[in-house]
Structures are given as C-alpha cells and as structure tokens.
C-alpha cells in the first residue's frame, strides 16, 4: 500500500506539476509538493509506527466526547 | 455564467502550410500583381497560371466597331453554357455603339453599365481575382487596352435536385432536404425565413478547395456575442482543403477532445429555420447537404423536427420514450452484468430462476458473453451501413438471424444476452441524431466494463464521471446540460416535454440571449377556447 | 483568479443540501437515536433551529465581508498572521470531513454492494471519482447537486411513503420520560453534522445574490432536518428505539423494508445509489473547499492543482487512522463532534465578536 500511495504522489506530482511548471506558477508547484511531501510523510510514518493524526486528535478529544455523550 | 471561454493557441498560427498549393498563382504565394492593360500579356499570363487544364475556355472576340479583341475566360461545366451563350456572347456581339475614345478607360464601364445583360458583374483588377473568379464559375471578360476586367457571375446549377432526406425522416413534416449546393440550400432557407433581418454572411474557406461558407443568423434575435465568435472562430480556419462541414465542426467545437457531438447539424431546412428562429446560428458549407447550428445543447440532440409536427401530447410522450430508451442504449447491458455477477438479489427470484437456468451450459462468462455480442452487433451495423442496400439486407438477415440464432442453439451464448443486445440496439437506434447515439455507443463499452468490475457500484463512479463531464461541457458559450443543469424552468417547456405552440410564447432564454430582450414570439394567450357565447 | 464560476440561489440550496444529507443520513441517526431515545427526532428539530441561529452568524458575515470567504475575511480580521493560522482551519476541516465521508460511504458499499471486493479499492475509486469532480470547479458541482439533489429529496420522501404502514406512533411515546437530558445532548450531537454546511461561507461570496444567502441555507437546512427527521423517526417508529439505536444505518434498514408485493425486493439498492453518488458529490465539494481555502491562505492565483493532493491526503488519512469500522464509528461519535463544534460555532463566533470589536468591515 506504501507503494501504491507513492506511485500515486509521484502520478499526481508528475500529471499536475508539469503543467504548472511550464506556465511558471511556481508557488503552486511548491504547494502542490508539500502536499503530496505530507502524504508521503503520513504514509512513512504509519509504515515506521508512527500514530495517524486523527488517532492523536482522538485520543485528546475522545475523553470529552464521552464525558458528554453514552 | 461565464464569458465566452477565449480560445487560446498555444503556438502562433504557421503562416504557411506544409502542403504545395495547388495552383502557384493564388494572393497567398504570390504578391498578386495586376492586370496589364495589354490583352496578349495578360492572356500569356494565364495560360501559364492555368496550364493543362483542359476544362479552361478562351472564347475571343472582337467587339465594336473598332474591332477591340476581347477574351471571354470560363470554366467549361461550372459555368452555364446557355448564359454564356445566350446573354453575354449576345451583348457582346451586338455591341455596334463606337466609343469615340476608342480603346479608353471607359471600355470596361460601359460595357458593364450599358450593354451587358447580366445582374452580377463586379470589376477586377488583379490576376489573383481574375484566376478565383474563374475557379469558382464566373466569366472573365478582358479587354485590349484596359487594366480591368468583369467578372460576370453564371454559375451553373448543378447538383441534384431538392428530394426528401435520408437522414431526420419524418412522418408528418415537410419532404425537402438541402442539397449539395449552397445556393439551393440557402434559397430553400429564405423561402422559410423571409425577413431581411436573415443575414448571410460570406467566408471562403480552404486555399485549395475555396469552398464557400455561409453564417445564417436572424438579426436582433440570435445572441450577437455567439454570431461574433462564430465568426471569430471560423476566421482562425487556415486548411487547405473543405470537403464536408464536419472539417469546420472539428475545428470550432469548445472541447475538442470531448466524445459528446457539440455541434448539431441536420440536412433539414425546415429544422435549420426552426433554430435560426430561437436564436440559433447556422453554418452552411457548399458542397454537402449537412449544415450546422450553434450553439447545441445536448437535448436538442435527442429532439427530432416532427416533434414540433405533431400534437404537443404525443411529441411530450415520444420525447419521454426517447430518453427512457436513451438510458437504456448507455446501461442496460452494463446494468445486465452487474445485476447477475453482483447484485442476484435484486431480481425477482422467478426472474433469476429462469437467468440462471438459460445459463447453464454457457461457456463464458457474462462480459465476455455480453462484450462479444456487442462488438458483433457493431460490427454488422457498420456492414449494413456502408455496402450496396440490396447486399446490407443480406448481412443484416444473415447477423441477426443466422448467427444469433446458431449462437444459442449450439450453446455459445445463452438467449438472454441476445435480447439484451437485441434491445440496446434497437434503443440506439431510438436516439434522433446519429452522432450523440455513436457517443452512447462508445460510452456503453465503458459502461459495461466498469459494470463487470465495481457492479452497480462502478455504474454510480462511470455515471457520475460522465455527469460532470457533461454538465462541464459548454458550447459557444451556452451550457450544453441546460436547461436541466443550470436549471431553468422556462427553457423547460420545450426540453423533456414539448408544451402546444401556443403555450411557448418566447423563444428559450439561452440561445435568443440577446441583448434587446427581445424574446417574444407570438402574442401571448393564443389558446384556442370556444367562442364565448355570452358576448 | 481562483474560482470564475458564479452559483445562483438554487444552486447553492441544493448544493448545501446535497452536503447536509448523505452526513445526516447514514450513521448520525443511529448515533442519535441512542443518546436521545425516542426524543431524538425531537433532537433534530431543535439542531435544525439552532443551525438557523448559527446560519444568521454566517449569513452576516458573508454581507459584512462582501466577496470574501471566511478564510479570507478572517486574514482580514485576525491580520496576515494569526488570520492565517485561524484560517486554515477551515479548510483542515473540510478535508476531515471528506475522510470521514467517503470512508463510511465506501464502508457502506462494501458490505451492500461489493463484500467480495477489497475496501481499499472501493475507498480509492471513490476518492478518485470525487477529486475528479472537484477538480472540474464549483459550476461543475454546483450543476451535478441540481440534478442529483432533488433526486435525493424524492427518493427519501418515496421511501417514507413506502414504509408507512409498518410505522406505529405508539412507539415514539412517551416524549421526555427521561427527562430532558437526552434531548439536550443530542442536539449538539446533530447540529454537528448540520453544521458542515458552514461550507456555506465558502459559497457566499460566489453567489450571484449574496443576500439570499440565509434564506438559501434556511431552506436547505430545513430540507435537510425534515430528511434526518423522518428517518429517525420512522426508524423509532418501526424498529422500535430498542433495535434503532443498534444499528448502523437505520435509514438502510428502512429502505430494506420496502417490497413491491413481495416481488421486488433489495429496492434500497437503488436508494444507496442515490445516497453514494451524492456522498461523493458532497467530498467533492469539501475537496473543493480545500483546495480553494487553501489557495487563498497561501495566496495562489489556482486551487486545481491543489484538489488531486488533497484527496491523496485525505485519503492516506482514511486509510492509516481507523484499522476497523469500530473505530471509525467511535471517532464519528465521540470526536467528531467536539471538534466539529469548535469550528463551526466556536471560530465564526469568534470572528465575529473580534470584528465586532475590532471594527472591521469588508471592502465594498
């Protein structure tokens, strides 16, 4: 899967980036890229163990949540 | 809405084609020089220009009592013989009058303005005119001791005459249908439309072929944003070449790469008059019968001229089995797949009983089963299509029957399909324009094959794809999904349904965009009722 | 110029309908049925008044802050900096809500439609298909919810109509038999999920009419309630609150129970459908909302290129965070909200209240 999801950064940067390339808009170029940099360091951290930041959201919030609701 | 989408090219236009032009004297290659006012100069002239083209008549004369020589220049067969002969040679020849000037500047006129019986003559003065006036079937007449020539306009009727379409037929509707010529076919336009607002503007496309072309708009009613692109659109035309109107529709779509048809076109005079009346703008190419109109939603694709022949009840119903039909040419084989390798359970059991038992026995499975007879279907379709009628029948006869019937007999597939197959064929065939329904057919194969992987699932994913495809799509600027997306509930009256004539009092607000707001067709309440007896 | 498209009032009711729905529908009634018993229908009528509330809030803003969003007007606000840390936020959240979206949408289509086919696969075309929707634009999405919106409405109201006999009223009595404290928590509970149509501030200033924006989100939002409204309770009034408040999708159930005289069965099929293809529709306007947020935060002059990296985000979030439905649930239920709640009435309150202060006003 860690695979697939590269491959599919590395699609998306390649089919997006060229255009935008070739019209000079290099701060979407660069945003584009730390985008699909951060997918990438997702995927790297779950591949190393690293928890997903909705695990860390959940495990602040989830305390709340059941204070208040069954 | 947005303004008209700018068409951007990405390189600048070659100014020249790769291709040899045909003739070496046409304006483009050369610097076009003028006549010379010596008659001999001009003829060695042209005679190098049209050099073995044996259809080319020089006719000289002499006229006046001065004996001025004088050449007639025609094409043989685009010109017609019997003015040639009857009118100008006559004119020519009866010429007595003595210009006291002799050979002077006011040869050329008087001839034109005093003798000749012809309504369309025009001065010229270069060999580049002389030579495309004598291309496109006029007369050139040169004279001795003048730097000008006439360009007298005959051109011969040719062509077949006005019959009934082949394509669009009607039950109930007028039977004429354009013909190759676009003199013919924009007469048959004007005897619909007689109002001088019905402007006909002139463009001559292709270097080679110079074939002409004619945008027909009303005045005052058709979005003159749409006629101005149209032209601008066209004017980026540089081929060498026009031979059907379907060169210029490739070459001012808005989404070239789109597989739905974006421009409509129709061999009928009276459906080309029904869209130039709301609005609408037509392009008439010389040479085929085929003219199209802009800008195209995609419900006019499935809409046929006879609806507005017939009562608006039964129209409203035939367009409502047109678009159940138009669903089941794009899904009904995919939704055949996915409904008995995914979902069983959506079929009455009695249903699925009888699927399953006309399925024992069958070898393959229902995609390959399915995609088989679909390419087979294709493929005797296009036979039928393209070979002498009496032969099609044959093929027709012997694919449909024959081998459909030897297929489920020995067992290759099961009976089923064929009925499938069977029904999205005839549901094809249901789809009033031949182009959307060749989209359909495309998009089917798509339909199938999502099917046969995601189930009704993959069908949503395809559907919702082609939706926002579809919903993306504009043409000339006029969103090709309206009026259902953007919704718009006046254009509704003539979209799935088709309300009586005397309920559409305006023309639709899409295509009649213009800017006097001059919308209304007819006076409003013209419902007919019973007299009022009281009064 | 980040987004040309121009929507009009119809467009955007149903475009905020389209987002509330497929949210509403699926696993909050389940959820809601189970704090509030059978008061949850009760639960949701007063969500659907206090979203009104709240829509007022929005709907204001939009005016005080002509033709800018609410990532925008809070760069106004808040200044370059704190502006575009509060700013962000927004268009955080729409991709959270397009994870969880599309990851119990595709929960639902496996098990419904594809048990054979692995989830994954399932999960990524439809993030596929809705990042390719958003790409197209606003026009694009707008255009599609008008086709598929009252689609929707006219399914669930059939589907209603459908299951009518088997419903009893004296299922949903009494009202109130555990006091008011259900009743109370499960409001917040649904305003959360009405409240992603916060997404709302992000159409207003694409409007052609800005000031029909409350009214838009009002009928749409009251569309919605009356949706969520019958499914809770007529599930309540069907299953009973016992087995309602169990189950994952009661509005699935529901469409289970409808036959055509024991002939047609497995009709709701055809209503999932409908409620998938405007799920993915709804993710494809959060994509949307990011990429366009998200350009403006960072001063782009396009979003396009933005909505295809989003999706990959989202999607590796969906995929890394929630190892089961369990789980997923579980963050549905007790996160979610809380989180939902700071955004959509904690910041815009308090954007409003600081240009309130702070005396700041859009320019005209």
């Known amino acids: ?70 | ?535 | 110029m980040a987004e040309k498209g121009i929507i009009n009032t119809k467009q955007f009711v149903w475009m905020l309908f389209i987002i509330i729905t497929p949210f509403a529908a699926m696993q909050i009634p389940g959820m809601l049925i189970m704090q509030a018993g059978r008061d949850a229908w009760l639960s949701v009528l007063s969500a659907w008044f206090l979203d009104v509330m709240l829509a007022i809030v929005y709907a204001y803003m939009g005016l005080r802050f002509p033709g800018e969003n609410f990532v925008q007007y809070s760069i106004t606000i808040l200044g370059k900096y704190l502006g575009r840390v509060v700013g962000i936020l927004f268009p955080l959240f729409f991709l959270l809500v397009c994870t969880l979206v599309l990851r119990s949408l595709s929960q639902v289509v496996d098990t419904v439609f594809l048990p054979l086919t692995p989830f994954n696969v399932i999960l990524v075309t439809a993030f596929l298909v809705s990042a390719l929707i958003g790409r197209k634009g606003i026009e694009v999405i707008a255009r599609m919810t008008e086709i598929l919106g009252p689609l929707y409405l006219l399914s669930i109201v059939t589907l209603s109509f459908l299951v009518l006999p088997s419903f009893h009223i004296a299922r949903l009595k009494p009202q109130f038999d555990q006091g008011v404290a259900p009743f109370l928590v499960g409001t917040p509970l649904m305003l959360t999920s009405f409240g992603v149509c916060i997404i709302m501030a992000m159409y207003i200033p694409l409007c052609n009419r800005p000031e029909n924006g409350f009214l838009g989100k009002l009928s749409a939002v009251s569309m919605g309630a009356l949706v969520v409204c019958l499914v809770t309770a007529l599930s309540v009034g069907i299953f009973g609150m016992e087995d309602a408040q169990y189950m994952t999708s009661p509005g699935l159930e529901l469409a289970k129970m409808i036959n055509f005289s024991n002939y047609i069965e497995r009709v709701e099929m055809v209503w999932l459908l409908i409620l998938v293809g405007s799920g993915i529709l709804a993710s494809s306007s959060m994509l949307w909302a990011f990429g366009q947020g998200l350009a403006q935060i960072v001063g782009l002059k396009s979003y396009q290129s933005l909505i295809y990296p989003g999706a990959l985000i989202s999607l590796v979030l969906s995929l890394i965070s929630f190892p089961s439905g369990l789980q997923h649930t579980n963050f549905f239920h007790y996160t979610f909200p809380i989180m939902a709640a700071f955004v959509e009435t904690g910041l815009e309150l308090f954007l409003l209240m600081a240009a309130l202060i702070l005396h700041k006003r859009g320019t005209t």
Not at chain 2, 43 to 65: H, M, P, W
Not at chain 2, 132 to 157: H, S, W
Not at chain 2, 212 to 238: F, H, M, S
Not at chain 2, 276 to 296: E, K, N, Y
């Open chain 1, 1 to 70: 899967m860690t695979a697939l999801i590269m491959l599919a950064a590395l699609a998306i940067g390649l089919v997006e980036g060229i255009p935008l390339g070739k019209q000079g808009q290099w701060k979407e170029l660069a945003v584009m890229s730390i985008l699909l940099g951060i997918a990438f360091l997702l995927v790297m951290g779950y591949y190393l163990g690293l928890p997903s930041p909705l695990v860390l959201m959940e495990r602040l919030l989830e305390p709340v949540g059941k204070a208040i609701f069954k």
């Open chain 2, 1 to 535: 809405m947005l303004p008209f989408r700018s068409r951007k090219r990405k390189k600048p236009p070659e100014p020249e084609l790769n291709q040899p032009l045909a003739t070496e004297a046409t304006p483009e290659n050369q610097e076009n020089p003028s006549l010379s006012s010596s008659l001999a100069e001009n003829l060695t002239t042209l005679q190098s220009v049209f050099a073995n083209c044996t259809d080319l008549v020089y006719r000289e004369l002499k006229i006046g009592q001065e004996q001025v020589p004088a050449l007639l220049l025609y094409m043989d067969g685009i010109t017609d013989e019997k003015t040639v002969n009857q009118d100008i040679l006559k004119s020519l020849v009866n010429i007595r009058y003595s210009n006291p000037e002799g050979s002077g500047f006011n040869n050329i006129g008087m001839i034109k303005s005093v003798f000749m019986e012809i309504g369309n003559i025009t001065e010229i003065s270069t060999i580049g005119e002389v030579v495309e006036g004598v291309l496109t079937g006029n007369v050139a007449l040169l004279l001795e001791g003048d730097a000008r020539v006439l360009k007298i306009g005959t051109k011969a009727p040719i062509g077949r005459i006005v019959s009934e379409p082949i394509t669009d037929g009607v039950v109930r509707g007028p039977r004429e249908g354009f013909t190759e010529s676009l003199r013919t076919n924009t007469t048959l336009l004007r005897r619909k439309i007689k109002d001088p607002n019905l402007k006909l503007e002139k463009v001559v496309l292709g270097r080679t072929t110079k074939t002409e072309v004619n945008i027909a708009y009303l005045e005052g009613i058709a979005n003159p944003k749409v006629v101005a692109e149209v032209k601008k659109r066209i004017a980026l035309i540089d081929v060498d070449s026009v031979l059907e109107s379907a060169y210029i529709e490739e070459m001012i779509e808005d989404k070239p790469f789109s597989i739905f048809p974006q421009i409509d076109h129709s061999e009928r005079p009276d459906k080309i008059a029904a869209g130039i009346l709301q609005g609408q703008v037509a392009i008439f190419t010389d040479g085929t019968p085929f003219v199209l109109i802009v800008p195209t939603m995609m419900l006019h694709f499935m809409q046929s001229s006879e609806d507005y022949y017939d009562r608006s009840i039964y129209a409203s119903w035939i367009r409502v089995v047109r678009f159940l039909f138009l669903n089941f040419a794009l899904l009904l084989p995919a939704l055949y797949i996915a409904v008995t390798t995914f979902h069983q359970g959506l079929l009455p059991t009695a249903l699925l009983i009888n699927i399953a038992a006309a399925r024992v026995g069958a070898p393959f499975p229902t995609i390959i089963e399915v995609l088989t007879m679909e390419v087979t279907f294709e493929a005797l379709r296009e036979a039928g299509i393209r070979l002498p009628k009496p032969v099609g029948q044959a093929v027709s006869i012997v694919g449909g029957l024959v081998i459909g019937e030897a297929a489920v007999q020995a067992g290759m597939v099961s009976p089923i399909t064929v009925i499938v197959v069977a029904l999205t064929g005839i549901s094809s065939f249901c789809i009033p324009s031949y182009s959307f329904a060749l989209a359909i057919r495309i998009l089917r194969f798509g339909m199938i094959i999502l099917a046969s992987t995601f189930g009704l699932y993959g069908m949503l994913l395809g559907l919702l794809v082609m939706q926002a495809h579809l919903v993306s799509l504009r043409s000339f600027g006029v969103p090709y999904f309206a009026p259902l997306a953007p919704f718009n509930l006046k254009d509704m009256k003539d979209s799935v349904m088709r309300l009586p004539w005397w309920a559409m009092g305006e023309r639709p607000r899409l295509t009649a965009n213009n800017t006097n707001n001059n919308r209304q067709r007819q006076k409003f309440f013209l419902k007919p009722a019973p007299p009022d007896e009281n009064g």
